[in-house]
């Protein structure tokens, strides 16, 4: 599906990384690069693909957008992966998460067009959705500058956004912080007893963003559906599993830039959204898509109240597996 290409991944030395490199080698890419500012990262994932000629590294940051363009010269494909994640930093730190988040984003969109790279994919997040949140408005501000991407009528490169809410087994979120607190014996705090949000695997969003490579028209915003899961039931599942520690819930409600849950779907997108598959697909310019069977949207079905929750022996199973 990849064969011969050579794909770019801001950002990518964590968690998703890892994935996505294996991922688009087993599909025949020519080369994937690894461009992250971090060098101790690129040291450990190198360690990690001891031999492999398919993988290169490049230390850069995004806010530098001529270490980007030099890097992305004569690549086909890139992932922005890179950002500033963690909602109490980008609270504390608004200045410096518009920098990476925004500006960065806009410095993606300016080095992919000047070295005419065929297709890049943001990763953007719920959190952009009715944001209330730093972290969120810098990922909806991110959003648009790529949905503007496409309107450069000197320049074939094709921008799509990929929105989710959490994957499951990434580095920083929440099934990694109740992991390492169950593991030493220390409390799971959940702010919430209701809170609730949508979980994907690193693999899932790896095989999206070849889905937006090889399907996408520009200026689409890919909504990947997912069954919900309670924090709070997800956090006595791992107690369970792991044997150790304890949960607590602090039913004050959710921290400062928190929702209590996940929305992938602003009311507004409807009109311009379609069903197809297992995803929402937002047709933000308007254009033809490469996409067939599409289908209406129907909000009542996909409010997360109405959607299949991942609960009691299924969720065992996954933590398990995911530990």
């Not at 956004?161 to 593991?183: H, M, P, Q, T, W």
Request: include cysteine; charged fraction near 25%; aromatic fraction near 8%.
């Amino acid at each position: 599906m990849l064969e011969g290409k050579v794909i770019l991944i801001t950002g990518g030395s964590g968690s998703f990384g890892y994935r996505a490199v294996r991922a688009f080698c087993d599909a025949g890419a020519a080369r994937v690069i690894v461009y992250s500012r971090d060098e101790y990262k690129h040291s450990v994932m190198r360690s990690a693909f001891p031999g492999d000629k398919m993988l290169s590294f490049a230390i850069g940051d995004v806010r530098d957008q001529s270490r980007l363009e030099s890097c992305m010269e004569g690549v086909d494909y890139v992932v922005h992966a890179a950002a500033m994640k963690q909602i109490p930093a980008c609270e504390d730190n608004p200045q410096e998460a518009i920098a990476t988040n925004v500006v960065g984003s806009r410095n993606v969109v300016v080095a992919a067009v000047k070295q005419g790279v065929d297709c890049v994919v943001n990763l953007s997040a719920d959190k952009a959705v009715y944001s209330v949140s730093v972290y969120g408005a810098t990922k909806f501000l991110a959003e648009k500058l790529f949905i503007e991407g496409n309107l450069n009528e000197k320049s074939d490169t094709r921008f799509v956004n990929l929105r989710y809410s959490n994957i499951l087994d990434s580095r920083g979120g929440v099934f990694e912080i109740f992991k390492e607190r169950l593991a030493a014996g220390n409390e799971a705090k959940v702010f919430g007893s209701s809170m609730t949000r949508f979980f994907l695997s690193q693999n899932e969003i790896a095989e999206l963003c070849t889905l937006a490579f090889e399907r996408s028209v520009g200026g689409e915003t890919f909504v990947k559906l997912a069954s919900p899961i309670r924090i709070a039931e997800l956090a006595t599942t791992m107690q369970k599993v792991i044997g150790n520690g304890s949960v607590s819930v602090d039913e004050g409600g959710a921290r400062t830039g928190e929702k209590m849950d996940a929305v992938l779907l602003a009311d507004e997108e409807s009109e311009m959204a379609h069903l197809y598959e297992d995803m929402i697909v937002i047709n933000n310019l308007g254009r033809p898509l490469r996409l067939t069977g599409l289908e209406p949207v129907n909000l009542e079905n996909l409010a997360m109240q109405n959607r299949p929750f991942i609960s009691g022996v299924y969720l065992e199973s996954l933590v398990r597996e995911s530990l």
